[in-house]
C-alpha cells in the first residue's frame, strides 16, 4: 500500500457567526493515500469547501492535525503556507480562472513565473503539459478562442505544472456537459496513475464522484461513509448517464 500523502487527525473547524457557533467540520480523521484519486461529495453545508480550504492550507483548523507529505501544516508559520502551497498543492477550480489576455501556454507558465523558474524552463515544461492534456495545437489560443472543455484543460494543467503532490478540485466539471465531464474526470484519472499525483475531487455530481476510486461523504461537518468505488459503481454509472 501507498504511504499517506495526507493525515487528518480530529479535524474541526468551528466559525463564529454573532453568539452562535457553527461546527462547520467536528472531528474529522482521514487518511489519503498517495496516488488515491477520490472524491469528497456531500449537500450543501456539509463541510465539503471547508475541508477543502483546510487542505489547501488556505485556512486553518480550530482544533486536530494536517499532516501534508509527513509534515505538520497546521503548526507551520503562516508565512511559510504559500511555499507550501505553490510546491505542494494544485488547485483546480469550477470557473476555470485564466487571464483572459494571456495564452493558454502563458497562463500554464504563471505558476513557474511566481516560482523564479527560468523563462526558457517554463515554457519547456509548459508546453510538455500541454501535450499531456492533449492540447498541444491550442498553445497560442486565448480563452475566449477555446471551448469550455478544453479551458478546464488549460487549468488542469496548469495546476499540474509546478508538479504538485496533490491536486485540489473544487466543482471542476460544474461548467461542462456530461459528456466532457466524464472526459475531464477520466483525463486526470489517467494522470494521477501516470504520475502518481493525488487527486481530491469536491462535487456534488454522483456520476463523477462515481468516475472516482474513492467516494468520502460528508454530512454535518462529519464524515457519513468511507467508499470504495466498484465496478459495478461504474457499470451503474454508465447506465445512468447513457
Not at 151 to 159: E, Y
Not at 187 to 192: A, F, L, P, Q, V
Amino acid at each position: 500500500m501507498s504511504a499517506p500523502i495526507l493525515e487528518l487527525r480530529h479535524l474541526t473547524r468551528v466559525y463564529t457567526m454573532g453568539r452562535s457557533e457553527v461546527r462547520a467540520l467536528d472531528g474529522v480523521d482521514l487518511t489519503i493515500n498517495r496516488g488515491e484519486f477520490l472524491a469528497i461529495v456531500g449537500r450543501s453545508g456539509s463541510g465539503k469547501s471547508t475541508l477543502l480550504n483546510l487542505l489547501g492550507c488556505l485556512d486553518r483548523p480550530t482544533q486536530g492535525t494536517i499532516i501534508l507529505d509527513g509534515e505538520d501544516v497546521t503548526r507551520v508559520p503562516k508565512n511559510r503556507l504559500p511555499l507550501i502551497r505553490r510546491g505542494k498543492i494544485g488547485f483546480v477550480f469550477q470557473q476555470f480562472n485564466l487571464v483572459p489576455t494571456l495564452t493558454a501556454l502563458e497562463n500554464i507558465m504563471l505558476p513557474l513565473k511566481y516560482a523564479r523558474v527560468p523563462a526558457h524552463e517554463r515554457k519547456a515544461r509548459a508546453l510538455k503539459i500541454l501535450e499531456k492534456v492533449e492540447l498541444g495545437g491550442r498553445s497560442g489560443h486565448r480563452p475566449n478562442e477555446l471551448s469550455g472543455g478544453e479551458q478546464q484543460r488549460v487549468t488542469i494543467a496548469r495546476a499540474l505544472v509546478n508538479e504538485p503532490a496533490i491536486v485540489l478540485a473544487d466543482e471542476p466539471t460544474g461548467e461542462l456537459d456530461s459528456h466532457l465531464a466524464l472526459a475531464i474526470i477520466d483525463m486526470m484519472r489517467d494522470i494521477g496513475r501516470e504520475s502518481g499525483q493525488t487527486f481530491i475531487v469536491v462535487t456534488h455530481d454522483p456520476m463523477v464522484a462515481n468516475e472516482t476510486d474513492r467516494i468520502i461523504r460528508l454530512q454535518d461537518g462529519k464524515i457519513l461513509s468511507d467508499h470504495q468505488v466498484t465496478a459495478e459503481d461504474r457499470l451503474r454509472n454508465g447506465f445512468q448517464s447513457a
